[in-house]
């Protein structure tokens, strides 16, 4: 959520009102509709660009471009446009005072996509019909008590985006760690107290990361985000509230790391069972 949500406020500061020359999508793979066309963006004006769970939906009146960066995508805007030869660039939408809007994607894979839509279309839209509820700010703590009523764990729970939209693997270990919950804890086993720690810390630790970036990015989001994390990535550091050493889960796609202290009862959890027990 943070990084998409400063990436749609800045691209609206520099793109309102802007008019596109002409859009393309090199090498197709990207789009993932044909009708309208791209290019019947070309000779509008673009309203802005807001953020969808963890989509971004650039607008010009009546069509919508929505964006998904999934892992490594970037949308960002450039004052010259790319070279054609550029093969990190998925959709480009060229503005007549010269400027780009560019979608790129670093790696090998290619998952990042892009949806010209009527803008009247889009909440139908298969990947915005299912979403939950936004996770920041935090929906109503009722609401939250019925999402989180599933006998799932928290971590994959709380990244499922038809449940609750919005939160990716790094902040999944940020919000459990400040609420002082287990990762495999289940949603329908927690009490009143747990659920009102994990509301408040949506919108402390999302709330401090937005803050965070409009301090620190300027007009222009950089490829790398200077995330604030306290436990995410910090496998075998001390804990910055109680000094215990952070420990880690291995998955195939992503890692969890948590304080056992205070997470999971002193428990440190060993890798390959709970891999499979998350399954
Ligand atoms: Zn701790």
């Known amino acids: 959520m943070p ?7 800045r691209l609206t500061a520099g793109l309102a009102g802007a008019r596109v020359e002409s859009a393309l999508a090199p090498g197709l793979v990207a789009l993932k509709t044909f009708d309208p066309p791209l290019d019947a963006l070309a000779g509008r004006e673009l309203d802005g660009v807001r953020r969808i769970g963890k989509m971004l ?54 998952r990042a996509w892009a949806k010209l839509l009527r803008s009247d279309a889009v909440a139908e839209d298969d990947a915005v019909a299912g979403l939950g509820s936004d ?38 270990d940020e919000l459990l760690w400040t609420a002082r919950l287990s990762p495999f804890q289940r949603g329908a086993d927690l009490d009143a107290d747990e659920i009102e720690a994990l509301h408040a810390a949506c919108d402390e630790v ?35 509230r109680c ?25 440190v959890l060993k890798d390959r069972r709970l891999s499979r027990l998350l399954k």
């Open 3 to 9: 990084e998409v949500e400063i990436t749609a406020r």
């Open 57 to 110: 939906a650039v607008e010009s009146g009546d069509l919508t471009l929505l964006i998904h960066l999934m892992s490594s995508g970037r949308l960002q805007l450039f004052d010259a446009r790319a070279s054609l030869r550029d093969r990190s660039s998925r959709v480009l939408v060229r503005l007549d005072d010269g400027r780009e809007l560019r979608l790129r994607e670093f790696g090998t894979q290619q």
């Open 135 to 172: 996770a920041y700010p935090a929906p109503p703590l009722e609401e939250l008590t019925g999402l989180l009523d599933q006998p799932r764990h928290l971590h994959p729970l709380l990244r499922d985006q038809r449940t609750i939209a919005g939160i990716g693997r790094s902040w999944v």
């Open 206 to 240: 999302l709330g401090a990361a937005l803050d965070h970036y409009e301090d620190v990015i300027g007009a222009t989001v950089p490829d790398k985000l200077p995330m604030p994390l306290q436990v995410h990535r910090r496998a075998g550091e001390e804990c910055p």
């Open 243 to 267: 000094g215990t050493r952070i420990e880690a889960i291995h998955f195939r796609d992503y890692v969890m790391c948590y304080c056992p202290e205070e997470q999971t009862g002193g428990r």
